[in-house]
């Protein structure tokens, strides 16, 4: 049990990797706050993974419902010990058919997200001079794709937010890093064609594409307290896709 009673928050939490994540540290005694845009999701990711769970809607690219948001879970939950930047979207076409609402929109969700959870849950962090901050990136970020100037920009984004906030809070007790997941059966994959999840099967030397759960234990290794030394880095989780 590695988080008994610790606060830990996970946004997109109400589906794939996300509910996965919490459940998961739910497991290890955490209570969680599960956030996602529509409270119904957030609600029953919570109800199903029990341990004083709360389900909380907001769309994390609107600082003003983060700010209420992390003021919510400090007084339902108590001070944050974790925050897991998991919520994201895509948007994907090719770079001559983008809108700039196509771009703007994956950019605000997945990067300016995690920025403004960053923020608003930091505070209380360093004056607990203790904190945890994962934030999911993905393979996507690190070798960029076809289709994906927006989602790749954000993902990469992150990788560069996580240096500096490693960088700015490392002296206050708090790391920060990110997992690059490789390609994870949730919805966010589901109209993969058929021929690129064999090229990733053939490709993976693990033969197969990834679960939610072999996403979720990368990151409760990287919230524990046992990772106090490793701030600012990326852990590529990919069955070996990009060797
Ligand atoms: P998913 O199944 O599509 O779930 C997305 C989650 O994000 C949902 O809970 C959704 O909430 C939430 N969300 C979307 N927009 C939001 C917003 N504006 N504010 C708050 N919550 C929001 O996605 P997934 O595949 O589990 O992916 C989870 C994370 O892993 C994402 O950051 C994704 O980019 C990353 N990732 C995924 C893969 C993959 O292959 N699946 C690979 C690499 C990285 P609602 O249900 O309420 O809409």
Known sequence: ??????????????????????????????????????????????????????????????????????????ADLGVPAVLVNNAGVTKDTLLMRMKDEDFDRVVAVNLKGAFNLIRAASRSMMKARYGRIVNISSVVGLHGAAGQVNYAASKAGLIGLTLSVAKELGSRGITCNAVAPGFIETDMTEDLPQEFREGVEKNAPVGRLGKPEDIAPAILFLASAEASYITGQTLTVDGGLFL
Do not use: H, N
Request: hydrophobic residues 45%; glycine residues 14%; proline residues 0%.
């Open 1 to 74: 049990m590695r988080f008994t009673d610790q606060v830990v928050i996970v946004t997109g939490a109400s589906r794939g990797i996300g509910r996965e994540i919490a459940r998961s540290f739910a497991v290890e005694g955490a209570k969680v706050a599960c956030v996602a845009t529509r409270l119904g999701g957030a609600q029953k990711t919570a109800e199903e993974i029990g341990g004083g769970a709360k389900g909380y809607a907001c769309d994390v690219s609107d600082s003003a419902s983060v700010d209420a948001l992390i003021e919510a879970v400090q």
